[in-house]
């Protein structure tokens, strides 16, 4: 994997667009799509799979946001699951590559940037979307959690708040050490007496 050592900044809250051509063993760019990307952006508190666009010409495009209530440094990697993807449905195995490519540092800095959409908690018609790009965030921590003898990992305590938007209820039912998933809209964690 290349590590580019240099740093990429980017303003939090804005959405950032960006390109790449992929290239053949021989370095040279292709001029056919089917390669399958996948790209991991991560922090402490943020892990997200940004979708990519394959625009069947070997040229892909993604973009890039961030809430600025978690600003600061990430790794960006670029990973080159499968080359021509169209071809799994024949020989699986054949295509089958897994490789990191590069490992890219990555600071987003809060700025007096707008303010973006609240998000919502999930209701029934969210679930029909055939495109979830959502986020993992990260809204407590308990460094000395281990798995209990019963086979649970409750790190944090049983009312500990999940962070509006980000989720709503108890964060400490949950078995993530503080994390949780939202997307275009956020989820009800159910307490056993609620649900």
């Not at 790009?133 to 798995?147: L, M």
Request: proline share 5%; aromatic share 14%.
């Amino acid at each position: 994997m290349e590590k580019v050592n240099t740093l990429v900044e980017l303003s939090a809250a804005d959405a950032h667009s960006f390109d790449f051509q992929a290239l053949d063993e021989s370095g040279n760019p292709k001029h056919l799509g089917g390669d399958y990307f996948e790209l991991d952006l991560s922090s402490e508190p943020w892990k997200s799979r940004p979708p990519i666009e394959d625009r069947g010409n070997g040229s892909h495009s993604f973009s890039l946001q961030v809430h600025q209530d978690f600003s600061g440094e990430f790794n960006l990697t670029i990973i080159l699951l499968y080359k021509q993807f169209q071809g799994l449905r024949y020989v699986p195995k054949k295509f089958v590559y897994q490789k990191e490519l590069r490992l890219i540092p990555v600071k987003f800095y809060r700025m007096n940037a707008t303010a973006l959409p609240g998000l919502k908690a999930c209701k029934v018609s969210d679930f029909s979307r055939t495109i979830w790009a959502g986020r993992w965030t990260r809204h407590g921590r308990n460094d000395e959690c281990e798995i209990s003898r019963n086979g649970r990992y409750r790190c944090l305590d049983s009312h500990f708040p999940c962070k509006n938007p980000w989720c709503f209820g108890s964060l400490g039912a949950l078995e993530s050490n503080g994390w949780v998933y939202s997307s275009h809209c956020s989820f009800k964690i159910f307490s056993q007496k609620s649900a």
